[in-house]
């Protein structure tokens, strides 16, 4: 069965710091899917992005950035220039499954602490 | 505005009741899932359904029952509550799969439900 880990449990940095959040997914299936979501104090999480195991290409959307490495199965999250609202439980998630239901596994999910 | 509501945000019940907790979205979607997220184990799939009256265990369906009669609502319930099923309990939907990979999830804001 798939396993998603996320080794950290919380993060605490200081306003402007680079961080990174690490996802490794466990699997024997070549084809998966990976996904980031971020669930502020508020508790709705909120999707960020959608990853193939088959594109290695690594992705920007502003200050936040995904590396994904097949060799390694992991796909880790980095925030540029860090800020205060980025403050919230940030989960990994993976599935191979295409069938109607499309499943998801989490982790267990890192809670960063940005200080002003 | 993509919508997931749940019934309630916070729910106190005594041990042996039955609970029911509702979910609504206003995005026409086929799936709607169920979650539990307890510290450090991240989210946790309960039931998931992919239509109307359609239903499937995930991995945790012990001492739950779902109740899907239209294809807006999907009622999560606890036939006799118990101590150890206090918890977040989270609602998402989704579109299927499509043949590039799966949807993301929509959730809702959460229910705390505490079982005294």
């Known amino acids: 069965a798939q396993k998603v880990t996320q080794a950290q449990t919380e993060i605490s940095v200081v306003e402007k710091e680079d961080v990174t959040l690490d996802c490794v997914y466990e699997?024997?299936?070549?084809?998966?899917?990976l996904f980031w979501y971020k669930q502020p104090p508020s508790g709705e999480l909120v999707f960020l992005i959608r990853r193939n195991s088959f594109d290695e290409q690594n992705e920007i959307s502003g200050r936040y950035s995904w590396n994904f490495q097949k060799s390694t199965s992991s796909f880790n999250f980095t925030i540029t220039a860090s800020q205060v609202v980025d403050s919230a439980v940030y989960f990994c998630?993976?599935?191979?499954?295409?069938?109607?239901?499309?499943?998801?596994?989490f982790g267990g999910g890192t809670r960063l602490m940005v200080k002003p | 505005d993509v919508k997931v509501t749940q019934s309630s945000r916070y729910l106190v019940k005594r041990t042996g009741e039955k609970v029911f907790l509702e979910c609504v979205q206003d995005?026409?979607?086929?799936?709607m899932f169920w979650y539990r997220q307890d510290p450090g184990l991240g989210l946790r799939l309960i039931y998931f359904s992919y239509d109307v009256k359609m239903k499937e265990k995930g991995d945790i369906p012990e001492g739950y029952s779902v109740s899907r009669e239209k294809k807006e609502r999907f009622s999560l319930i606890l036939e006799s509550a118990s101590t150890n099923q206090t918890s977040m309990y989270l609602c998402a939907s989704s579109l299927p799969p499509r043949t590039s990979g799966p949807n993301e999830q929509f959730f809702g804001p959460g229910t705390r439900l505490t079982v005294l």
């Open positions: 998630a993976g599935t191979e499954d295409l069938g109607a239901g499309n499943m998801l596994t």
């Open positions: 995005m026409d979607h086929e799936n």
């Open positions: 699997t024997r299936d070549t084809t998966y899917y």
